[in-house]
């Protein structure tokens, strides 16, 4: 099992350039987050999934999207990238609907010039 | 305030040493998640707790829910429990972070 994965590593965008992260599990987890992190900081959540279809927004939404058509996949979009969302992105996964654990992907590191 | 507040917020220590990570939470919590991210960025889950104590190797972690108060143990530290560590607390389904603290093991 490959576990979480997330698509690309790195990026580099121009203020104004949108992209899509691609966070997939093999799993078969109903829930799906998107967090960022900030330097020193603790993470924060983006957004996030409670199974196939359906998206929530999290504690810091704006200037994000998702979409979560396939249970294995979470997309997370960014339309016109702004220099404040230079963050390191997380996705993580976890089952069911009680106080179970997550399970993080490796993360993607953007920068926006 | 932070709702989860962990300290120490850094700890260096020699190889060997006892280690104790604390993380206190002012809301009512269902479960606490115990997390180590890497250096290099990667994030591991540790624990998932709800009462009393769990042990994996060389880590502990308890908790006292009357008391709102977790703590993590390293018995026998070595330099690649190098590490930043984050305790987050179940509240009403959603996760609420801690800000992490950094642990750094000198050979």
């Known amino acids: 099992n490959a576990g979480v994965t997330q698509t690309p590593k790195f990026r580099v965008l121009k203020t104004g350039q949108s992209m899509t992260l691609l966070c997939a599990q093999d799993?078969?987890?109903?829930?799906m987050y998107w967090y960022r992190q900030d330097p020193g900081m603790g993470l924060r959540l983006i957004h996030y999934?409670?199974?196939?279809?359906?998206?929530a927004k999290g504690e810091v939404p704006d200037g994000y999207n998702v979409s979560r058509l396939k249970k294995q996949n979470f997309l997370l979009g960014l339309e016109s990238a702004a220099p404040s969302q230079t963050s390191v992105y997380f996705c993580?996964?976890?089952?069911?609907?009680?106080?179970?654990?997550?399970?993080f992907g490796p993360g993607t590191r953007l920068t926006v010039l | 305030k932070n709702e989860v507040e962990q300290s120490p917020q850094n700890l260096t220590a020699q190889e060997g040493e006892f280690i104790t990570i604390n993380c206190s939470y002012s809301?009512?919590?269902?479960?606490l998640h115990w997390l180590q991210q890497h250096p290099g960025g990667g994030i591991v889950s540790l624990f998932m707790?709800?009462?009393?104590?769990k042990k994996h190797g060389r880590l502990i972690a308890t908790i006292n829910i009357q008391e709102k108060h977790s703590s993590l143990h390293i018995t026998a530290s070595h330099p690649r429990d190098s590490a930043v560590y984050i305790c987050?607390?179940?509240?009403?389904?959603?996760?609420?972070w801690g800000a992490g603290t950094k642990l750094i093991i000198k050979p």
């Open positions: 999934s409670v199974g196939e279809g359906t998206t």
């Open positions: 809301v009512g919590i269902s479960a």
């Open positions: 987050a607390a179940y509240s009403n389904y959603q996760l609420i």
């Open positions: 993580a996964s976890k089952a069911g609907s009680t106080y179970n654990e997550q399970f």
């Open positions: 707790l709800s009462s009393g104590k």
């Open positions: 799993m078969n987890h109903e829930y």
